[in-house]
């Protein structure tokens, strides 16, 4: 019997997002549906943590940090808005949903929606079937509180389910290290798509690597800073390229201290988004939100190891924090 079937009992707190799962969309995945594949696919499965402090992702597109959940973004702004009764929350390029397995572990509360997205199906069973795991007394309750979204944000065909139930309708998105892999036109679109899905007073928690990297050649920062300049003082350029790089490994430095060989599997395939603080607060406020915390912090990806070297490092602002608030005169604050 499947999972599914075995389930007696359904949440009433299904919302409009999670009645059309089976019926509308291949994109939307319930949970139940979801802990059933991963368990017909039994060699799917997280893979061990890197000596850098991250699960890889099955696409190789980055990594899930163990320590997550206690980045300042995710900690002090969105698990807090998360865990308040009757919130909706939406975390982009969620991987192997780390922070919302850590929602539930602290109360999801029974009136509340909390939308995991990730580009690859893979890492969403993978969520799935850990839950169930973890948490096998609380599938049939989880399942009206999560909507599982496979698919590329911000695709026409994503932002359409997202909007279901009309704008406005989030109090905070979460994109930790997912706008590194978008392209100028879909960053663009990215951010305004955002700021509408937010509610007056919802928060966009970001972050994101930024040039500011040992693995960037210095030129190619120093590039990068000039077009960022130059994108936040012009209303006339409507297409952000500061920051974007075509092919990340033609950016790295000729260090005599890299192995690169030995480092290649930690630095991005094609291209990259590196961002930097005009260019997010730019982007913010042309949507409809002001920045309300700023700020570039030290990468130190293993806090249980910190004597190991890695080439990211190089002058403590290797990562940014952005929190952007959706502005509205009646805001709640």
């Known amino acids: 019997m499947m999972y599914c079937d075995r389930l007696q009992k359904r949440s009433t707190q299904t919302n409009n997002i999670s009645s059309v799962l089976l019926t509308m969309s291949s994109e939307l995945i319930c949970l139940t549906a979801a802990i059933d594949e991963a368990n017909s696919a039994p060699h799917l499965a997280i893979p061990q943590l890197n000596t850098d402090g991250r699960h890889f992702t099955l696409n190789r597109m980055g990594g899930n940090f163990a320590s997550s959940v206690k980045n300042v973004e995710v900690a002090d ?109 879909a960053l663009v679109k990215a951010f305004e798509v955002v700021g509408r899905l937010l509610k007056p007073g919802g928060v966009l928690c970001i972050r994101g690597s930024t040039p500011y990297m040992g693995y960037v050649r210095q030129e190619v920062r120093d590039a990068i800073d000039r077009q960022s300049a130059e994108y936040a003082q012009s209303p006339c350029i409507k297409m952000p390229t500061a920051g974007f790089i075509p092919d990340f490994r033609q950016a790295l430095p000729d260090r005599d201290d890299i192995d690169v ?19 997010v607060k730019k982007l913010a406020e042309d949507n409809g939100m002001r920045i309300e915390r700023s700020e570039y912090v030290s990468d130190r990806f293993n806090e249980d190891a910190p004597d190991l070297w890695n080439g990211w490092a190089l002058d403590g602002r290797e990562r940014l924090v952005v929190i952007a608030r959706k502005t509205d005169s009646l805001a709640r604050h």
């Open 77 to 185: 702004y969105f698990l807090p808005t998360a865990l308040r009764p009757g919130s909706k929350v939406l975390e982009l390029g969620a991987a192997y949903g780390l922070v919302c397995s850590e929602a539930i572990r602290r109360g999801l509360p029974a009136i509340c929606h909390y939308v995991v997205n990730d580009l690859d199906k893979r890492h969403l069973l993978i969520f799935a079937r850990r839950l169930a795991e973890e948490f096998p007394l609380q599938v049939a309750e989880l399942e009206g509180r999560l909507s599982l979204l496979h698919g590329e944000f911000p695709s026409s065909r994503v932002v359409e389910l997202l909007m279901q139930s009309g704008e406005g309708q989030f109090d905070a998105v979460l994109s930790t290290h997912f706008l590194g892999w978008l392209k100028p036109d």
């Open 261 to 279: 060989e030995a480092v290649m599997h930690e630095i991005p395939t094609g291209h990259y988004f590196t961002i930097t603080a005009p260019l």
